[in-house]
């Protein structure tokens, strides 16, 4: 079936280094994504969102791109903190839909 | 504080007895959501209520059941609890459909484990 997925489970990166998530998404009739930052013991938390009609949205430190030509989203951070390190879920929404689709997520850590 | 609060944030029942987890958000928001999220952290829909009403129902077993006495709660009341039941439950809620930042704001989640 349709789904968001993630191409990597775990990443690892040294601290002050930039960070790249990345996201695979199935349904051409998404017309919002959006990344959440889940700690340990907490609900998602919203990072940054784009809609369909954008290909590139900038927020403090983080950057969503999305390729809609292949279905593709991903997260980037700049000079990544021992506080970045959470797990990060992307997310779809259809259109007309309310509810969100989530990808399965991937572990940041992040290296001192 | 503005936010989605749910209580209790941990839960530890047996196998048959039957438990509520409530829900309350004070963003203003007309609608509310409970997701389910497993031991691989997968998170998934369950329910999404509009202004009271149920507008999605996925596939779950009739055992849960959420109920909306206002647009502003979201309660879900699970019957003859499974040891399948065991996860983090999290209850959100957004601002209305196509407007500006019409993200899902997240509560801190309740750990329902079944013994």
């Known amino acids: 079936g349709e789904s968001v997925g993630l191409h990597l489970p775990t990443l690892s990166v040294q601290e002050g280094d930039n960070s790249i998530i990345n996201c695979a998404y199935s349904n051409s009739a998404s017309d919002y994504f959006i990344w959440y930052k889940q700690e340990s013991g907490k609900g998602p938390q919203f990072i940054i969102d784009i809609r369909s009609n954008m290909d590139k949205r900038q927020g403090q430190r983080v950057t969503v791109l999305l390729n809609k030509t292949v279905k593709h989203l991903s997260l980037q951070i700049a000079a990544t903190q021992p506080g970045d390190s959470a797990v990060y879920f992307c997310a779809e929404r259809k259109t007309g839909r309310r509810a969100l689709t989530f990808g399965s997520g991937t572990r940041l850590q992040v290296q001192p | 504080d503005t936010a989605v609060s749910q209580t209790p944030k941990y839960l530890v029942t047996q196998m048959g007895n039957d438990k509520s987890i409530k829900c309350e958000q004070n963003?203003?928001?007309?609608?509310m959501y409970w997701y389910k999220q497993d031991s691989k952290k997968f998170l998934k829909i369950m329910f999404s209520?509009?202004?009271?009403?149920?507008?999605i129902n996925e596939t779950v077993p009739n055992r849960f059941s959420p109920k909306s006495p206002d647009k502003a709660h979201l309660n879900l009341h699970i019957n003859s609890l499974e040891l399948g039941d065991s996860a983090v439950y999290f209850c959100a809620s957004s601002p209305p459909y196509g407007g500006a930042g019409t993200e899902a704001f997240f509560g801190q989640g309740t750990r329902l484990t079944v013994v």
């Open positions: 209520y509009n202004n009271k009403e149920l507008i």
């Open positions: 963003l203003g928001h007309d609608t």
